[in-house]
């Protein structure tokens, strides 16, 4: 993302790559302390939706194609991880934007 970003011509910041990595890894610490199922599912929709937020405020430039895979294979392995769904289940669609 930050090699991404062109001075005066980017919707987005050095700061804004700073928070998108700040969700993706508090989304990481509490999924791996999760304990249900359900509560699994919330905090990967509560950071899909906050992530679309991020991207809105971006003018929907800061998770491109690339980021895009990157960032929904993450969460789909963490959630794989604690066994709440299958390594080839996109557990974000439901609420992905981008």
Known sequence: MI????????EYTA???????IL?????DKVSKSE?????MLLVKNVVLDL???????????IETGQREQIAEIIILAGH????????????EEWRDW
């Open 36 to 40: 249900s199922k359900e509560s699994g």
């Open 52 to 62: 679309n937020n991020l991207n809105e405020n971006c003018d929907y430039e800061l």
């Open 24 to 28: 993706i890894n508090n989304f990481l």
């Open 3 to 10: 090699e991404y970003i062109e001075p005066g011509e980017s």
């Open 81 to 92: 991880l604690k066994g709440y769904n299958d390594i080839n289940e996109d557990i974000t």
């Open 15 to 21: 700061s804004d790559v700073e928070k998108c990595m």
